[in-house]
């Protein structure tokens, strides 16, 4: 089953949503793809060179998802923990690996002038979190 979450803190071009899997599994997949932030070229004095802000990243796109499991949680010393839930499982960040660059080299003396720099690689971890 897909559901569609419509989220007002979601920023347009983001896409997400919940999938119930076999073995009481839960998908929680997000696209986000927009274009590119703008940057300006500067010179040694920090003066820009041409209009502030007329150039811009390429665009970005990142495939965020995280598969995970509920497990009811029963602690003795609390009371009414009936509801409370641990959800054990994987996320990964950027899973595709696509190259988002988030720095750039805009001194124009610079020799490395234009190179971008800084990308947000693949990151892989676990989900371990108590729910109500």
Known sequence: ???????????????????????????????????????????????????????????????DARIYREFPLRLPLIGRSTKRKIRLGVYSLNLTNHLNPHDIYNNVASPLFGQFAGYNRRVDGLVVEIVN
């Open 1 to 63: 089953m897909w559901q569609a979450c419509s989220l007002r803190c979601a920023p347009p071009g983001c896409e997400l949503g919940i999938v119930d899997l076999p073995w009481k599994l839960t998908l929680s997949p997000v696209v986000d793809v927009h274009t590119g932030l703008p940057y300006s070229n500067v010179d040694v004095l920090q003066n820009y060179v041409g209009a502030p802000n007329s150039l811009r990243f390429p665009t970005f796109f990142s495939l």
